[in-house]
């Protein structure tokens, strides 16, 4: 089992700049990925941003330039940093992380986090 603790979102004016952090407790050693999700109103859940334990980091194209996902390793959390704030970032923000089982992947969520831009 993996818990997954966000913070960070609130409300910022466009062209502003928000970061996110998510705490991971559990089964951290099982967890092979950890990226960030969002999901706006009347939309299905979108992958924004995934960094995996070994290779590179992934970006969906309308963030890309302007987000950047992290991890302190020390302090088992991730973090997304977003600059440059538009108004259709707009979203609940979810912190997932990735486990293998078998020939599955498990995906725990954290509980979501509100990011409004406002324009």
């Known amino acids: 089992q993996v818990q997954l603790v966000e913070s960070g979102g609130g409300l910022v004016q466009a062209g502003g700049s928000l970061r996110l952090s998510c705490a991971a407790s559990?089964?951290?050693?099982?967890?092979?990925?950890m990226g960030w999700y969002r999901q706006a109103p009347g939309k299905q859940r979108e992958l924004v941003a995934l960094i995996p334990s070994h290779g590179s980091t992934n970006y969906a194209d309308s963030v890309k330039g302007r987000f950047t996902i992290s991890t302190d390793n020390a302090e088992n959390t991730v973090y997304l940093q977003m600059n440059s704030l538009k108004p259709e970032d707009t979203a609940v923000y979810y912190c997932?992380?990735?486990?293998?089982?078998?020939?599955?992947?498990?995906?725990?969520w954290g509980q979501g986090t509100q990011v409004t831009v406002s324009s």
């Open positions: 997932n992380a990735k486990v293998p089982l078998l020939a599955t992947m498990i995906n725990y």
């Open positions: 559990g089964s951290i050693r099982s967890i092979n990925a």
